[in-house]
């Protein structure tokens, strides 16, 4: 087993591991319910790990999850006046109040 990948919370370990998993790379999530230790144990060994089974997939592993966490986000606006990125939602910018594009 190796560890590819920390977590900031167990939402965001899930969805790391069912990426992983979509792909055909088992994975394991390890300190799962250690958010309740929080003030005991120092947060970094609390936060939810992913591990993967076979080590020979470590860098498929570390890829995919490169391309998740830089994948653009859906639904985002730049704003052609100032560059700001607005919800998709949003008919102006939050930050100059020009008009978004469609």
Not at 34 to 50: C, D, T, Y
């Amino acid at each position: 087993m190796k560890r590819v990948h920390i977590a900031p919370t167990l939402l965001d370990a899930q969805l790391a591991a069912d990426a992983l998993s979509s792909l055909g790379i088992a994975t394991r999530i390890l300190n799962a319910n250690a958010a309740g230790a929080l003030g005991e144990v120092p947060f970094m060994q609390a936060q939810p790990e992913i591990w993967i089974d076979d080590d020979t997939q470590e860098a498929r592993a570390r890829e995919a999850l490169a391309a998740l966490s830089n994948a653009p986000t859906r639904g985002e606006k730049a704003c052609p006046r100032c560059g700001e990125t607005n919800p998709g939602n949003f008919l102006s910018c939050w930050q100059c109040g020009g008009a978004l594009p469609d």
